[in-house]
């Protein structure tokens, strides 16, 4: 038989070995063009939520402006004698002359300003100074924030419709030196306020809408465009080009070769806290866009050039670089480890090793977002009766001891699903998943029972005082704690060593 040589030779070992490792590589390195690319839009979504929030930090910085503007100008006023009793005599004409300079002065200064109107106790008009003719008249029907403020002698902030203006009013109680009460000053300026504020700092246009139930006490007849349930007051030409999603609160729009960053959702309430009217605001991003664009693509022709070098190359840089690649290897894993445990330790108390308030409140949102009633959660909420007596008593190294032992004493009553929290010193929490509030009530009581049936560190006997609610699908973060300490307080007032549920 003759020799024959096959028609498929295998390969070197040594081209095995770099096929072997040019294949792992091309899918490291097509990996790496995925997350960089991810990295990428990530970087961009931030920088756009950044611009987001500053026009929202904008928008209501300018309310909280307004307001301590005015307050400055209640203060002088409340301590011009010769205005205080002007307003309590109703001298109309006395108090115009006197106040005219400065309504004129402020008007000058600040063209939004639309009103500045006396109300005496009764809700009766003393003197409008923006429409002095106009006087004598009963707001009580038509102006709910000046009923609401001779009502409750506080001030409020909002945004409110009279017979012949819209405006964003400043409505504060009025009292002369020695504490009369004299009635209402209000201040009040025009929404569009706002929108010159924006357009001041930032490259913006702007649109305002308001309800159109705000019309209901004008004088006038408003032929405004409407857009569903609201009138369009101000609208820069832009906003009828381009097609806005309102239920979002930042969007993205691209139209003829520009983007677009409209911010909605910018509102100002009534005084009662129903939205009335909505800011919309839109920025050209196009030149922030078209960069963002450039990297992206960017990153696609480095990351493939990348690709082809290294499978040109690889063969003789892995010869050479192993090792390198062993201890960058080693490194990116310690570098990992040391990760998850600043992960660990920014989540857990170091004390308790229960987890921390800034875990509670990333918890929470989550169960809030996806709230639903087939499951339930309910939140305990405790602290320690007379702890700060136990740690006067017996020093604050055996009150450490306490919590920890409270800590792992609460843990060994749980199951595995539920969370416990340390809100902050002797104070605690408990998530409870699938339970409703009664089943909630019944283990509070169990816990409390056993906490004040145990002997603690040092043969302290201590209790707990506990408040429970479930979850409601409109809650919020601030409505929850409110209403836990509230029932946390009842349960201190009420004696200590009790649950209180809602």
Do not use: C
């Amino acid at each position: 038989m003759s020799d024959k040589k096959p028609l498929v030779q295998s390969f070197p070992p040594r081209w095995g070995y770099f096929i072997a490792i040019a294949v792992v590589g091309a899918v490291a390195l097509l990996f790496q063009l995925v997350y960089s690319l991810k990295q990428n839009q990530a970087l961009f979504d931030t920088q756009v939520k950044y611009l987001t929030e500053n026009v929202q930090g904008a928008f209501y910085d300018s309310a909280t402006n307004l307001k301590d503007k005015y307050n400055f100008l209640l203060l002088h006023y409340s301590h011009l004698e010769g205005i205080t009793r002007l307003v309590n005599h109703a001298d109309r004409e006395a108090l115009y002359q006197k106040v005219k300079v400065d309504f004129d002065a402020m008007q000058q200064k600040d063209p939004s300003l639309f009103v500045m109107h006396f109300h005496d106790p009764n809700n009766i008009t003393i003197l409008r100074v923006h429409n002095p003719k106009v006087y004598g008249d009963d707001v009580t029907n038509t102006r709910p924030m000046v009923v609401y403020v001779n009502n409750n002698r506080h001030q409020i902030s909002a945004f409110e419709a009279g017979r012949t203006g819209l405006s964003y009013r400043i409505n504060t109680p009025f009292f002369s030196e020695n504490g009369q009460y004299l009635g209402v000053l209000e201040f009040g300026v025009k929404p569009e306020y706002f929108i010159k504020r924006l357009k001041n700092r930032f490259d913006v246009q702007a649109r305002l809408l308001v309800k159109k139930r705000a019309f209901k006490h004008f004088k006038y007849e408003e032929n405004y465009p409407v857009v569903g349930h609201y009138s369009i007051l101000y609208s820069d030409p832009i906003f009828n080009e381009v097609e806005i999603h309102k239920s979002e609160k930042s969007q993205l729009i691209h139209k003829d070769n520009k983007t677009y960053l409209v911010v909605s959702g910018l509102h100002l309430d009534s005084y009662d806290g129903h939205t009335l009217a909505e800011f919309q605001v839109l920025e050209d991003i196009t030149h922030f866009y078209q960069k963002h664009m450039r990297s992206f693509w960017l990153h696609w022709v480095l990351n493939v050039a990348g690709l082809l070098v290294f499978l040109i190359l690889v063969y003789f840089i892995l010869k050479r670089y192993s090792d390198r690649l062993m201890r960058s290897m080693n490194t990116i894993s310690v570098l990992q480890q040391k990760n998850e445990a600043m992960k660990y330790s920014s989540e857990i108390d170091e004390l308790t090793q229960a987890y921390n308030r800034r875990f509670f409140n990333q918890k929470l949102r989550q169960l809030l977002h996806y709230q639903d009633k087939r499951h339930p959660v309910s939140i305990l909420f405790y602290d320690i009766d007379f702890f700060k007596q136990i740690n006067d008593t017996h020093g604050h190294l055996v009150g450490d001891d306490i919590l920890k032992s409270l800590s792992q004493f609460m843990r060994s009553h749980l199951r595995s699903e539920d969370i416990l929290v340390r809100w902050g010193g002797e104070e605690f929490a408990i998530v409870l998943k699938e339970a409703h509030l009664k089943e909630a009530v019944e283990k509070a009581e169990e816990l409390r029972q056993a906490v004040a049936e145990k002997t603690w560190p040092n043969d302290v006997k201590m209790t707990i005082s506990i408040s429970v609610t479930e979850l409601h699908e409109n809650d919020n973060l601030k409505s929850l704690q409110a209403r836990l300490d509230d029932l946390l307080y009842q349960a201190k007032e009420s004696g200590r060593n009790r649950v209180e549920f809602e």
